[in-house]
């Protein structure tokens, strides 16, 4: 889908080019005795944007704190870059190039934009301070906004604004693959928007993009291929122009 864009120079990282840079087999797990995810099974292409959809308790949270290593699964495999990353800590999946924005944001709200972002930098193997500036420019580029706003609380920033600093932060890991969880929630449409145009851009500029996202017309309307959660299970995976035109399919797996 990206035929146009330029294949980067030097060696490929495994997986790079044709294979998934992401594989999900058979993947079981969730909370102590409460299992949530059931035999998952989906891949995410080098380059793509891809939606994993599902009405509320699905378990697209739960798939990706497994993904990121905060939950060890019970059953199956994740292959990253072509290397098994289950059971790996959360700063080693970081390391090997998976960031997480999460569900809520999570920002430390006394502290400034900066220094949020500054934490995303701190599972990374390249700490040195001219790689981390970089990174940070590299983030206000996408986000002038937080440039603006680098020495404001981020407690004080505007949910949009808190969202875009919630992105920036899992960005500064460098990361080939970037998830997001739930980029539209409680957020005006025009924010929504714009923040859509940043994500393209970033996706554009080389990035693999997850995204998990409750409002399906967003979701679908981003990203190109779709996997839809149901109590745990992956019921279908598609194309995402496909799945939004099927009224069916909308109003049995996502309450539309
Ligand atoms: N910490 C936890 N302990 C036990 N069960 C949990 C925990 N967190 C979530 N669950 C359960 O796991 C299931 C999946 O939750 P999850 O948060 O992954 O769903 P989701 O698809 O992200 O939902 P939402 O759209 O509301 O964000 C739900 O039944 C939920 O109650
Ligand atoms: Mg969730």
């Known amino acids: 889908m990206h035929g146009t864009l330029p294949r ?148 004080t920033l505007s949910g949009g604004e808190q969202q875009m600093c919630a992105i920036g932060r899992a960005l500064m890991a460098e990361p080939r693959l970037l998830m997001i969880d739930e980029l539209s929630l409680g957020l005006a449409p025009l924010i929504v928007e714009e923040l859509v145009h940043i994500l393209h851009a970033i996706n554009a500029a080389g990035t693999t993009v997850l995204l998990v996202e409750q409002d399906v017309a967003v979701a679908l309307g981003v990203c190109s291929r779709a996997v839809v959660l149901q109590t745990g299970r992956v019921v279908l995976t598609g194309d995402a122009a496909a799945l939004l035109d099927d009224a069916d399919i909308i109003k049995s797996y996502l309450g539309g």
């Open 8 to 155: 980067p120079a030097g060696p490929a990282a495994p997986g790079a080019t044709d294979g998934p840079v992401l594989d999900v087999a058979g993947l079981s797990g969730g909370y102590g005795p409460v299992e949530v995810l059931r035999d998952v099974a989906f891949s995410v292409r080098a380059g793509e944007m891809l939606a994993v959809v599902g009405a509320n308790g699905a378990g697209k949270t739960t798939l990706l704190r497994t993904i990121s290593g905060l939950l060890v699964p019970r059953a199956g495999a994740i292959r990253f870059a072509g290397r098994d990353i289950a059971g790996h800590s959360p700063s080693e999946i970081v390391r090997m190039g998976v960031a997480h924005a999460p569900e809520g944001r999570r920002l430390f709200a006394g502290m400034t934009v900066e220094e949020n972002l500054r934490l995303g930098a701190y599972a990374r193997r390249d700490k040195s301070r001219p790689s981390i500036a970089a990174s940070i420019d590299r983030v206000f580029a996408h986000f002038p906004r937080l440039r603006e706003r680098r020495r404001q609380l981020a407690g």
